[in-house]
């Protein structure tokens, strides 16, 4: 398995140091994408929903923004 590196930039002195990712920041990391994963299912379930509602009404989604607006 390739190495995951972390980059840090000092803005002021423009110093870069590359190094290796700790066990913590792989940790985070996993965390941060299952919730993107969590986030994106959860947005296509909503979309979806929306859009069964729609067919059971029977509407398109302008015409159910002109209803709401």
Request: charged share 30%; aromatic share 0%; glycine share 2%.
């Amino acid at each position: 398995m390739d190495k995951v590196m972390v980059r840090l930039h000092n803005s002021e002195t423009g110093q870069v140091i590359d190094r290796e990712a700790t066990a913590d920041e792989l940790a985070q990391m996993a965390a941060d994408a299952e919730a993107r994963q969590l986030a994106e299912a959860a947005k296509e379930s909503q979309e979806a929903s929306k859009q069964a509602l729609l067919e059971r009404l029977g509407i398109t989604a302008d015409e159910a923004k002109l209803l709401l607006s």
